[in-house]
């Protein structure tokens, strides 16, 4: 009884009440805000082994970054990581952070599918495909469930069978080997069906991106309706993004 209060105490209430305005712990990295100060861009660029950092102007591409840190580490006045997990977006481009700006990463409401907002905005159901994974972005996909986060109370779940999901969540790079079952995942997913990438390996390849063992033809295929970035994701990400893809948050007329 006493080593389950000291738990509480140190560990405080483990349910989380409002998903959207919860706090995370300051070593947390979520989207960096990137200064107008003049560095080495070359010595900044050549930290990054993922190419996420590009010059004129300094940016990052939270769609390639590792969030290892190193760059905010190496160059604290130009760099630093804020604990701003809302990072999920439905274009691309909007995963890109420039130097100067310190707007939030958002899922663009005009852009959304209405089908999306009309048939899967009660309800969603996911089947998830680690097409060549590591590990850690499904964890967090199963921790976004869990009693703590519990993203079930907004009707969103993971499900076992592609003919009972509306959509596909793929994490990892996609491996040869996981082309065509990630292939037969889709095409057995009724319509409308949306696509989710959650993590860096998912969204841009990561460090295997341009290995000979990955094919990310599918990619090619189809349009992508959700971009969440992380390494890995982190459960509140996930859920944000997801909820603001669905339903959740209104369009400002």
Do not use: W
């Not at 009884?1 to 990295?29: E, L, S």
């Not at 209405?114 to 969603?124: A, C, H, M, N, T």
């Not at 519990?150 to 793929?170: K, L, Q, T």
Request: net charge neutral.
């Amino acid at each position: 009884m006493f080593d389950n209060v000291k738990i509480v105490y140190h560990q405080g209430k483990q349910f989380i009440p409002d998903v959207t305005t919860a706090k995370v712990p300051g070593i947390f990295r979520g989207r960096p805000v990137i200064s107008l100060e003049k560095v080495n861009e070359a010595e900044l660029l050549e930290l990054c082994p993922l190419d996420a950092i590009t010059a004129n102007p300094v940016s990052i591409d939270l769609g390639k970054c590792s969030f290892c840190g190193e760059c905010a580490r190496q160059f604290p006045n130009k760099i630093r990581f804020t604990t701003d997990y809302k990072l999920a977006s439905n274009d691309r481009l909007g995963l890109i952070v420039k130097e100067g700006e310190e707007k939030p990463i958002e899922v663009n409401l005009e852009t959304i599918r209405k089908d999306i907002r009309q048939v899967l905005g009660s309800s969603l159901k996911l089947r998830q495909v680690s097409a060549g994974g590591d590990n850690s972005c499904e964890m967090e996909l199963n921790a976004a469930n869990n009693v703590q986060f519990d993203m079930s109370r907004f009707g969103i779940d993971f499900v076992a069978s592609p003919r009972h999901a509306d959509g596909i969540v793929i994490t990892g790079p996609i491996t040869e080997n996981m082309a065509v079952p990630l292939q037969i995942c889709y095409d057995a997913i009724p319509e409308p069906k949306i696509i989710v990438l959650v993590g860096t390996d998912a969204i841009s390849g990561g460090i295997l991106g341009k290995g000979s063992a990955v094919d990310r033809s599918f990619l090619d295929k189809y349009p992508i309706d959700l971009y969440i970035p992380g390494n890995p994701a982190h459960p509140l990400t996930i859920i944000n993004g997801l909820l603001d893809l669905t339903r959740k948050r209104k369009v400002q007329k």
